[in-house]
Every structure is written in structure tokens, then in C-alpha cells.
């Protein structure tokens, strides 16, 4: 499985994903890093782990599409055949979503449908939620609505702070992703057979 993870912040997520790769735990191949924001630390992290981090902003481009259209050369030139999203702030356009469908994987901290968007942790927190927690999915064209690949959830104690609480999910993401990457790796590994 031949993969690119795009990513826009601190790449906990990554960090997880490629330390199961480098155990032999995930089979696949990190083709590159990219990310929207050239400050992200997700590009040390790569760069750490002898990765090729690339990175440029939508910014500089006059369209969305033009910026997709950009990434998408990048990732056949990279012949990438999966795309990881860990962390990246942007919705995917229909760009890559034609050329990687269901192809393209998402993290969300929260039980989807509750709490899309970008504060899935602190929305279950603020509502007193019993419940919350960690949902891998497929990208669609809407905002974490795609097929979903698995959940797994944990309670909200009455103990629990914010911080308290994304720390266990963050903790769950770690865990999780790897696995359901390996399994997915696995699948396709038969697949191709
Ligand atoms: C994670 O909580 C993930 O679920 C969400 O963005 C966050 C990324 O964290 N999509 P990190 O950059 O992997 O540390």
C-alpha cells in the first residue's frame, strides 16, 4: 500500500503511523508528507524519519482546483495510491476526489455523525456528553461524512477536563489508526493477489 499523508499541524498522528510502519506493523510505503501550512511540525516529524516532506499553500494558487490539481500531479508523479489525511484542515475538492475514490481516509475525534467539523472533542465536552470518541472513515464530498471504516468509543467521566479528555483521545487515535491502516493494508495486499 502506497500512501501520501496530508497533514497540517503537529502530526501525532503520523508520528503513529509511521512508527508502526517502521515495526513492520503497517504495510505500506510512505510515498511523502505534504502539508498546507509550511510551519507545520507534522514536516519535522517527517523530515525526522528520513521522509520527504513537501509542502506549498493553497494560497499561492488561484483556485482551489488549481492547488488540488497541483497535489494530484504530485501524487502520480509519486505514484501514490492512497491518501491519509492526519490532521489536514482542508475539504478535499472533487480533484482528488475523482482520481482517489475511496481511496482517501480521514481521522475525526468524535462518534460521527456527532460533532463534525473542528471541534469534535470540545463540543462532546461542553455537552456533556456520556460518551465520545474516534471515528475512521472514508472522504466524501461533505464535511466527515464519508463511509465509515470503524468507531470506537470511551466514556466522559465526571473527573474528566477538556485537556484530560483530548488527551485519551489522542491516546485512542493512536492507537486505532495504525490498526485500521494495517487491516486495510492487509485487505488490499489480498487484493491484489
Ligand atoms: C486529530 O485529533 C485528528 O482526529 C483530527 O486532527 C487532529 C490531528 O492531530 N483530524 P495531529 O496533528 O495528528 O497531532
Not at 475538492?93 to 481521522?107: D, K, S, T, V
Request: proline share 5%; net charge negative; charged share 25%.
Amino acid at each position: 500500500m502506497r500512501a501520501a499523508i496530508l497533514a497540517s499541524g503537529n502530526g501525532s498522528n503520523f508520528e503513529a503511523i509511521i512508527t508502526a510502519v517502521k515495526r513492520r506493523e503497517i504495510e505500506m510505503d510512505i510515498a511523502f508528507v505534504f502539508s498546507d501550512k509550511p510551519d507545520a511540525f507534522v514536516l519535522e516529524r517527517a523530515k525526522n524519519h528520513g521522509i520527504e516532506a513537501i509542502h506549498f499553500s493553497p494560497k499561492n494558487f488561484s483556485s482551489k482546483g488549481i492547488y488540488e490539481a497541483e497535489l494530484l500531479h504530485l501524487l502520480e508523479e509519486y505514484q501514490v495510491e492512497w491518501i491519509i489525511l492526519a490532521g489536514y484542515m482542508r475539504i478535499i475538492g472533487p480533484c482528488l476526489l475523482e482520481a482517489y475514490p475511496q481511496r482517501i481516509i480521514n481521522i475525526h475525534p468524535s462518534l460521527l455523525p456527532k460533532y463534525p467539523g473542528l471541534h469534535g472533542i470540545k463540543e462532546a465536552f461542553e455537552a456533556k456528553a456520556e460518551q465520545t470518541g474516534v471515528t475512521i472513515h472514508y472522504i466524501d464530498a461533505g464535511v466527515d461524512t464519508g463511509p465509515i471504516i470503524v468507531q470506537e468509543a470511551l466514556d466522559i467521566l465526571q473527573t474528566d477536563t477538556l485537556e484530560s479528555l483530548e488527551e485519551k483521545i489522542h491516546q485512542l487515535e493512536h492507537q486505532l489508526y495504525p490498526k485500521v491502516l494495517a487491516e486495510i493494508a492487509n485487505k488490499q495486499k489480498g487484493a491484489v493477489k
